[in-house]
Every structure is written in structure tokens, then in C-alpha cells.
């Protein structure tokens, strides 16, 4: 089991300084839009993976008119108090595990696991392969840390390739490639597996949610290489100046009865398979916590319950709403009304 128990934010978004208490079960952080509602689950999340679910630029979620942001959080896992803190100054990064010190994000991944379900999240659908990489990718590194180590080896030798593309020189270009098809082949193998055993869950949740009505599948498509594909492809590339195939050109269909969610689903068909997906993405990193954007957009009222009833015993959970909430779940509740310069505690 895993629970957080207090958060603090220094010059992180529209935060000055913010330090939080949390309890067990529901935490409903409630308040109007444009608050900070948001920004606490990004910092959540930011604690569990060294990234935002907003943007890719670190220096974005320093507070407009500072020069670095910090976050520090206290939680226990399997019983053990332990403490996490991360600092940025726009060019270098600290993180600090209990009293061990890093300079990457990598040994957070897997540290304290979370799940966040927000509107963002439908661009997994309606956005490019590289979104759907890119949540993949969060999702397996938090499973196996060493998938990236496998990653980065394969980014650093597509980088070296690329270049060697790029200026018609194919000397070495065959060093580059081996290493490609190497980490690629565990990258990919690892991806198959995931996606099989997510498919599977998303297609049971999305059977509750919908009442059967439909069926959903996710698909995996694998960029293959090789060293005789890459003999094929190698003149295309070498006009192109960049990889045609490979690992990041990977990408998940996700059809919903037979048909491509993507160009044939409603939208409230698309929010449902979302839904079904986080929460299959729940169970396959179990345990995890579970961190919900503006709960109550998502779903129509009937999947809304179903959705409920599914969450409704959760350790823990975190979730945003800009009104009180309706459930007689027990709640524990932060209010947020303004943001003053000065500190806030609320608790």
C-alpha cells in the first residue's frame, strides 16, 4: 500500500508556496477554475515521475517571474515513512530520496506510482503516435526501470544514426543499427506484453461502464527493423535525413466495434474508452494512486455512477472538482478560494 501524506509546492505554477496535508480515502480539492485545482495533481504526479501531464518543458512550471521551482512530499509505502524532494533552477535538477541524492528523474519512476485520468488524456485517441508513445512509455518505465535504461540507449544511438544520415556518411552507421535493433527488440518485446494485458482490462471495464454496448480493443503497432530493412530503406533515409522505422514510430490502434475510436467514435464513446483505459492502467500498476481532473466532465451521469462504484474503494484517491461534491462518500476536503502571495497551509 501506498499513501501520501503532506505535499509542499515553492514557486511551482501559480503557487508562491503551498503546503498540504492529506488524508486516507477520497481528497477532494475543490474551488473555481483557474485556482490551482489542476497544478496540485500535476505536482502529485511531477513527485511520482520527474514530468508534467501538461507540458514537456520543465522551465513551464516555474512561477512566472522566478527562477526555480521545488516540491517536497512525504509518504509511506509498505509501511515505511519516506521522503521525496525535487529542485530546479531552470537548468540543473536535484532530487533527494529519503537521504540519497540523484541528478535524473529515473529513480523516481516506480518510487510512488500514479494514474491521472484528465482531459488531457483524450488526446491518446484523437492525438499524434507520439502521444500515445509517450503514455505507454509513463506507464511501462513506472512497471520495469529498466526498460529506461533500454530507452535511452536506443534515443542516444537513433540520435548518432540520424546524424550520420543527415551528412551522407554511412561509415559506422552499421554500429548504430545493431544497437537499434537490439534495445528496440526489448523495448518492443516489453510494450507487447503491457498492451496485451491493458487491452484485456480496458475491454472488461469498458463492457461495465458501457453496459455491453460496445467493444473495445487496443492494438499493437510495432515498427519492425532490421538489418536487411534497413539495407532497404537506407537510400530513402539518407535523402530524408532521418529514420523511417524503428521503436519511435510505433503506435496503438484503438478501435471501438471494429472501428477506428479515432474517426468513428462519439465523443462520449471516446471519454468512456479513456476512462476505461485509466483504470486498467490502475490495475496493471497496482498499487498506485489515482488522480482525477475535473471529475464529473468526463462522463455522461449513468457511466459517471458505474465509474464510481469502481473507484469507490480506492486507499487512496485524489480528485478536482469546481463544486462540492454530491457523493456521501466520506471526503477529505481542501478548499481552494484564492492565491495569495503570501504562504498557504491548509490542512
Known amino acids: 500500500m501506498i499513501s501520501l501524506k503532506r ?21 477532494a480539492i475543490i474551488g473555481p477554475n483557474a485556482i490551482g485545482k489542476t497544478t496540485l495533481l500535476e505536482a502529485i504526479h511531477f513527485i511520482s515521475t520527474g514530468r508534467s501531464f501538461r507540458t514537456q518543458k520543465l522551465q513551464e512550471v516555474i512561477k512566472k517571474g522566478e527562477k526555480s521551482f521545488s516540491l517536497e512530499a512525504f509518504f509511506v509505502k509498505d509501511d515505511v515513512e519516506q521522503t521525496l524532494s525535487i529542485f530546479f533552477n ?80 554511412c561509415t559506422t ?82 478501435n471501438l466495434g471494429g472501428l477506428c475510436a479515432k474517426n468513428y467514435a462519439s465523443e462520449g464513446q471516446k471519454r468512456t474508452v479513456i476512462a476505461s483505459l485509466k483504470l486498467a492502467e490502475k490495475k496493471q500498476l497496482s498499487p498506485s494512486i489515482l488522480l482525477i481532473d475535473d471529475f464529473g466532465i468526463h462522463l455522461d451521469e449513468a457511466r459517471k455512477m458505474k465509474f464510481e462504484e469502481k473507484i469507490h474503494k480506492e486507499p487512496q484517491l485524489f480528485l478536482t472538482s469546481p463544486s462540492s461534491l454530491k457523493s456521501s462518500r466520506q471526503a477529505f476536503l481542501h478548499s481552494l478560494n484564492s492565491l495569495p502571495e503570501e504562504d498557504l497551509a491548509l490542512q
Open 90 to 169: 531552470g537548468k540543473e535538477k536535484e532530487i533527494k530520496h529519503n537521504q540519497t541524492v540523484y541528478s535524473s528523474f529515473s529513480p523516481l519512476l516506480g518510487l510512488f506510482p500514479t494514474v491521472v485520468y484528465s482531459p488531457f488524456d483524450i488526446e491518446i485517441i484523437q492525438g499524434s503516435p507520439a502521444e500515445r508513445r509517450r503514455f505507454l512509455n509513463i506507464l511501462i518505465a513506472q512497471l520495469n526501470p529498466l526498460y529506461v535504461y533500454y530507452l535511452t540507449r536506443y534515443s542516444k544511438a537513433l540520435l548518432q544514426r540520424n546524424a550520420l544520415l543527415r551528412r551522407k556518411n
Open 173 to 254: 552507421i552499421e554500429i548504430w543499427e545493431e544497437e537499434l535493433i537490439k534495445t528496440g527488440d526489448f523495448i518492443q518485446a516489453k510494450r507487447a506484453e503491457v498492451i496485451q494485458e491493458l487491452s484485456k482490462s480496458t475491454k472488461e471495464f469498458y463492457e461495465e461502464l458501457s453496459s455491453n454496448k460496445e467493444e473495445v480493443e487496443i492494438l499493437y503497432k510495432p515498427s519492425k527493423i532490421s538489418p536487411s530493412i534497413f539495407e532497404k530503406t537506407r537510400a530513402k533515409e539518407l535523402i530524408l535525413g532521418y529514420s523511417l522505422l524503428g521503436a519511435h514510430r510505433d503506435d496503438l490502434e484503438i
Open 7 to 27: 505535499i509542499r509546492l515553492f514557486q511551482f505554477r501559480n503557487f508562491k508556496k503551498i503546503d498540504l496535508e492529506f488524508g486516507d480515502g477520497l481528497n
